[in-house]
């Protein structure tokens, strides 16, 4: 009795495990932004992670949208930084988020990271953003380019 009792505990706890990782990541955006500059435009969010495993974004592509027409952007993943009084950018190739956590790519206003355009977007009405992560899982959203609700000009320069 002692002996089933065991193999019962046992294949429960690793039933446990397996659960765990089959849940693994789940990226999830929110609040998602957009700020155009003279050549380029920059796409803020907070990128959650519902899962119970970490999982790193490592790449990303744009596609904007105008006129029914769709066109590749040149896109990467970016951190702005201070360097004395001076914001400065740079690209990198990862974004961790931990087990139910969260980051704030909002920029110099969050945790430094932000999705960079790196072409004039003007007469881009629609981004659709597509979020590669290290899990292979890919997080497909979208940034709409609008006068006042999300969408704020700026000099944003690279």
């Known amino acids: 009795m002692n002996k089933i009792l065991l193999v019962v505990v046992v294949v429960s706890a690793l039933a446990s495990v397996g659960a765990v990782f089959a849940v693994g990541s789940m990226p999830a955006e929110s609040d998602v932004s957009l700020r155009l500059g003279k050549d380029t435009a920059a796409i803020f969010l907070n990128l959650r992670n519902n899962g119970l495993l970490p999982d790193c974004a490592v790449g990303v592509e744009v596609e904007g949208e105008s006129d029914g027409k769709i066109v590749p952007l040149k896109a990467e993943l970016h951190r702005s930084y201070l360097e004395g009084n001076i914001v400065k950018m ?25 999705i960079m355009i790196m072409e004039n977007v003007e007469e881009i009405e629609l981004f659709h953003i597509y979020l590669k992560f290290e899990s ?23």
């Open 90 to 114: 740079a690209h990198v190739d990862r974004v961790c988020v931990g087990p139910l956590s969260e980051v704030k790519m909002r920029g110099i206003e969050g945790e430094g990271y932000h």
């Open 136 to 158: 292979g899982k890919v997080l497909h959203f979208h940034a709409e380019q609008h006068e006042g609700a999300g969408s704020q000009k700026h000099d944003h320069k690279h």
